[in-house]
């Protein structure tokens, strides 16, 4: 009788360390899957709304690009045939490329061309 009450009690303490390892996967399981559930809603999740004053575009067609600072005053320019009106001697000059091609013009705060790509500007007289 005494082999059967340590047998009984022998499988008693295997019994209560196969629950107690059983609670512990049953956790593990749900953490795992609670987990994983997060991550694919965090993944599904729509993009957030970009600045309605952000344009994305693949392609954009102008003659010219113009760099406004806050005041609205040309700080750059980007032309294909770009032109500035300046005064020389009391006279208006019209300030073009030569092969009238594409030019980059940048103007300081006076708004005087202050550098030009490419560098020979020729000067025509302005009509």
Not at 2 to 10: I, P, R
Not at 50 to 60: F, G, Y
Request: aromatic residues 4%; neutral net charge.
């Amino acid at each position: 009788m005494q082999s059967t009450n340590n047998d009984l009690q022998a499988l008693s303490a295997r019994l209560d360390r196969l629950e107690t390892q059983n609670r512990r996967w049953k956790l593990a399981a749900i953490l795992l899957a609670l987990s994983s559930t997060s991550l694919v809603l965090i993944a599904a999740k729509p993009t957030d709304q970009t600045d309605p004053s952000v344009i994305h575009a693949r392609t954009i067609e102008a003659q010219d690009f113009v760099l406004k600072d806050e005041d609205g005053q040309i700080r750059a320019q980007l032309a294909v045939n770009p032109t500035n009106k300046k005064e020389v001697n009391g006279k208006h000059v019209l300030i073009m490329n030569p092969a009238s091609g594409p030019a980059l013009q940048f103007f300081n705060a006076n708004g005087d061309a202050i550098w030009t790509a490419p560098q020979s500007p020729a000067m025509i007289p302005a009509k």
